[in-house]
C-alpha cells in the first residue's frame, strides 16, 4: 500500500489543550493512522494558552502543492 499524506483538521487536540473527548480522539485517529504508515498532519487553531517552545509547533503561512479533498 502506498503512503498517504493524511491532514487532520480539529478544535483541538491532547496534551496541546486539557484531554476531553475531542481532543482525545484527534489524537487516536492520527496516531492511528501514522501508525498504518502515513504521513500524519494535525492543524488546529493557535490559542493563547498553547506554549509553542514547550511543544516546538509553528505557524504554518502558507499552503503549497496541497490538494485538499
Not at 481532543?23 to 488546529?44: E, I, P, W, Y
Not at 493557535?46 to 485538499?68: A, K, P, T, Y
Request: proline letters at 4%; glycine letters at 4%; charged letters at 20%.
Amino acid at each position: 500500500m502506498d503512503s498517504k499524506r493524511v491532514l487532520f483538521v480539529s478544535q483541538e487536540i491532547h496534551p496541546y489543550l486539557p484531554e476531553n473527548t475531542i481532543s482525545s480522539t484527534t489524537l487516536a485517529l492520527a496516531k492511528k493512522t501514522n501508525d498504518s504508515g502515513h504521513q500524519v498532519r494535525v492543524f488546529m487553531p493557535r490559542f493563547g494558552v498553547i506554549n509553542e517552545r514547550r511543544h516546538q509547533l509553528h505557524e504554518v503561512i502558507r499552503l503549497s502543492g496541497m490538494n485538499v479533498v
